[in-house]
């Protein structure tokens, strides 16, 4: 398939034109007055802030806070602000579309009837002629669990492939790993109140300022009230700028830090023994691995100086409560699963863990980054955290489905695995819903390579995303608004989104599209629901017994109590909000032990350091990360259609440290090439002192030339297979000429 050209400057551009009459209200002009609020909560981030659309014939003009919301308690960020201004966008897809080379923009409008019965029978012709794996499936975590839910169903009954997987491997998948290896259960541990009181708070690769920002102010409180705030980051962050101690790691070494922090804590006693011999196995082991790195080997592999490994050890060793979070700053790299357990080691050995004051986390990314990696969307996994390798648990959810156990395909692959499949020819068609690959998987020339040789692609989104322009078919999906269902936010919350308008022109609620699909397919047994509220009942039987157990909570109990912390296994039951306290009873250890494991028991896990893949050498002498910026999201297929988000970070900046910027001769917002074995972008350098000297950074929510996945290496985890995004090797100079998107930029300062 031919490659359709792909500019997110149009997409950008062409917001100002076409401001609708809500839009006008925001820019000055008199703001039309609503005809209702309606209760929800942010699209964006995994903290799901509870937010109020202001709505108007079908139209959401505008939003007030929710100031009864218990977590957010009416603040929001900059996207949620302004998220109510992608609907109006131009871009907002109001009909199928089909691929077709001659026409403007290569897309022609469909009736949406004929389009499902157009991706219907060529999935038909693929499988009748290569068999059912011949077809994949991608789903996301921005989708409802409902949705999620029934995504698994439909690739595994439907369409009978194994091959599923969802963006959250990108994102959760390495902290999700070390979780089930230490806890056997894969949630935050606590409340995000719990947090004001503790005395330390460590927070271990997150920019949490600009990624969490609620998370942020939790944080604020604690220290308010005394709490000292570690931050390990090779970037001086927001959050690291008000810290008491920070850790200016090198990319790739968080695992050396951790280990040469317990063995200070092992050598100065400051572990609770108590604990570690009636709550823990494996302790011994991890001894045995840390004593390899004293203090001072640590610093040198690591770059953190000795002092600060030393006061780290001291702060967390010595404090009687405390908090560890960690994010994609520690799991986005080929050792992920490896540092995550690192962080999970120092934990246990401090005894504090389900208790109040003292927990652990990992920040979830996406809206639905928690409930989106619990009812089998993934490619190892039925729903309630089931395993699809295990005969219980397949016969189970067999039984659920209404087929035979022998009927349910195997574990597939993971995300990126499934486009070597298609690049090998393996996979023939795909099915695609709220994934953007082609510019947030990393190596991304490869991905668009791949994107070439399908015979059939058909993608569901309300935008025509930088992948989707490579699709035979376009079904429009919903926006979060147009559809409701249940999310699960950070903390474990599992909270409701509710509809506040109907989705526009043809475009349909996603899991309409999905039953539409299967009807047309001839296989609609299963696929018959009413509702999201059907959809969740079933999902309600489907957890039950399992770790993610939901069957005791119902759309009313949500409302009630604004919000159920999962586990919640009865009807009766108030949810959890906080996991391993003494007593606690749980399915698999069955009131041996507050852990999931059948002894009741966590697992310390020996947390190696490894080399990156691709690491700095002669001929690539710094360290390359990529990352976030508070105004943009992922992929930015949604926040660079929102002009205000747009004027406060326009472009990809290069940022460097003015060390470094001298050495090379580049000037602050001057043109520079970075280049790594994958590939060269060129943007404006940014110079900032609050970065390593020997490490740049680059945000990734662009597209095309401006795409820092160009430059990513596709290493992965060997058990979470997530990708090493946040280091390669790379080097820097100054560009020999403007890039030619420079040309249509406006003039900079
Ligand atoms: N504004 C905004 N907010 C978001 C998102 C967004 O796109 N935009 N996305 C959401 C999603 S899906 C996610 S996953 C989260 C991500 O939230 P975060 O993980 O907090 O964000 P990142 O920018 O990916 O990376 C965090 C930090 O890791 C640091 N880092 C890089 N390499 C290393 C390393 O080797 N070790 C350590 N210790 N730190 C390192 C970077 O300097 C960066 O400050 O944010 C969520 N919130
Ligand atoms: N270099 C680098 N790359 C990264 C990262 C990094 O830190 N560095 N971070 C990684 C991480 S943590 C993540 S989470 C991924 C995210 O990567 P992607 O998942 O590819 O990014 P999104 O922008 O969320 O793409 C989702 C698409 O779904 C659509 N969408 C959103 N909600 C819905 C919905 O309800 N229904 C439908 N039908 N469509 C919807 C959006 O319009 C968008 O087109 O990127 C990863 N890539
Ligand atoms: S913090 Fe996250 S959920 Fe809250 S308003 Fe910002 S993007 Fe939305
Ligand atoms: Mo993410």
Redesign the pocket.
Known sequence: MATLPVDDLEITRAFGPHLSARTRGTRGMAAPEPDRLVKTHC?FCGQQCGIQLKVKDNEVIGFEPWEDFPFNRGMLCPKGVKRYLQGSHPDRLLTALRRDPSAPGGFRPMPYGDAIARAASEIRRLQDAHGPSAIGLLG????TTEKTYLLGKFARVCLKTPYIDY??R??MVSAGAANKKAFGIDRTTNPWSDMVGTEVIWVAGSNVAECSPITTNYIWQARELGAKVIVQDPRITPIARTCDLYLPVRPGRDAAVFAAVLQLMIENGWIDREFIAAHTVGFDQVAEYCAQWPVARAAEVSGVPERSIRQAAELWGTARSSFLFHA?GIE?HSNGVQNALGTINLVLASGRIGKPKSGYGTIV??AN?QGGREHGQKCDQLPGWRDISNPEHRQYIAGVWGIEERELPGPGVDAYEMFRKIDAGEIKGLVS?????K????DNQFVTRALEKLELYVA????L?DT?RHADLVLP????EEDEGTVTQVEGRVIKVNQAVECPGEARQ?WRIIQDLAKALGRPKGFTFESPRAIFDELRIASKGGVADYSGITYEKIEQQMGVFWPCPSDDHPGTPRLFEPGSVNPVAKGAGPFYFPDGKARFNVAEYRPAVDDVSDEYPLFFT???VVSQ??????TRRIGPLVDQYPEPRIELHPRLAEKLGIADGAWATVETRRGAITLRAQVVTTIRPDTIFVP?HWAGDKS??RL?VAAQDPISKIPQ??VCGCRLRPADAAPAYAARLEPQQ
């Open positions: 699209c996301g975590a921005s989708l963006n959250g990108l994102c994609r986005h990314g996406q980054g819903i709220c994934f953007n690959p510019v947030s998987l990393p569901i989104d309300f935008f995303n989707a999906g919903s926006l979060h996603d990529t990352g976030r999201f992922l992929s930015g297929t949604q990734y820092a996945n990513t995004y946040k």
